[in-house]
T-cell receptor
Framework: GIQVEQSPPDLILQEGANSTLRCNFS?????LQWFHQNPWGQLINLFY???GTKQNGRLSATTVATERYSLLYISSSQTTDSGVYFC????????????FGTGTRLQVTL | DGGITQSPKYLFRKEGQNVTLSCEQN?????MYWYRQDPGQGLRLIYY???????QKGDIAEGYSVSREKKESFPLTVTSAQKNPTAFYLC???????????FGSGTRLTVV
């Protein structure tokens, strides 16, 4: 099956700083998503982005499918951005069976 | 408001017992999933269902069972055959093709 690797595994930022999280995947994909897991365990879908670029407020994501990577940009970070960011991908026929990376744990400090 | 409801939030199981985790969605999604998360790890797929009365094994199905008798419901049973069941269990649903992926708030299962 597809392999998904994320980097860095841990990241500490001061409030207001910008950051880039990376996701590499081992095969072509028909589904690529970014999720944020808050400290209480709730997972929120940030982007559905099998290719191209999307932006939502201070967050944006870019997937370069031909080079098998995706980037999540966080600008002007806030303490509420803390948590774990997961990349998940699929290359199955239904595109719905996601394989998750091990995540990037982000801590934003004052 | 549409969403996914998991219950209970916390569950304690004695050795040798079967327990069932509930997952209900009112998003009208065809597909539903169960994932397991261990501390500091990513999510691993246990079972998934793309349509009522049909489900498929994921990567770690041994010791688990599911049913999909209604579109809205996808309960997971953790059987006594699961040797290390202590984990955080997350249910999700999506539209066909994997868009609109939505997670429940999870159930923390502990073996005592």
């Amino acid at each position: 099956g597809i392999q998904v690797e994320q980097s860095p595994p841990d990241l500490i930022l001061q409030e207001g700083a910008n950051s880039t999280l990376r996701c590499n995947f081992s095969d072509s994909v028909n589904n690529l998503q970014w999720f944020h897991q808050n400290p209480w365990g709730q997972l929120i879908n940030l982007f559905y982005i099998p290719s191209g670029t999307k932006q939502n407020g201070r967050l944006s994501a870019t997937t370069v499918a031909t080079e098998r990577y995706s980037l999540l940009y966080i600008s002007s970070s806030q303490t509420t951005d803390s948590g774990v960011y997961f990349c998940a991908a699929s290359n199955t026929g239904t595109a719905s069976k996601l394989t998750f990376g091990t995540g990037t744990r982000l801590q934003v400090t004052l | 408001d549409g969403g996914i409801t998991q219950s209970p939030k916390y569950l304690f199981r004695k050795e040798g017992q079967n327990v069932t985790l509930s997952c209900e969605q009112n998003l009208n999604h065809d597909a539903m999933y169960w994932y397991r998360q261990d501390p500091g790890q990513g999510l691993r797929l246990i079972y998934y269902s793309q349509i009522v009365n049909d489900f498929q094994k994921g990567d770690i199905a041994e010791g688990y069972s599911v049913s999909r008798e209604k579109k809205e419901s996808f309960p997971l049973t953790v059987t006594s055959a699961q040797k290390n069941p202590t984990a955080f269990y997350l249910c999700a649903s999506s539209a066909t093709g994997g868009t609109g992926y939505t997670f429940g708030s999870g159930t923390r299962l502990t073996v005592v």
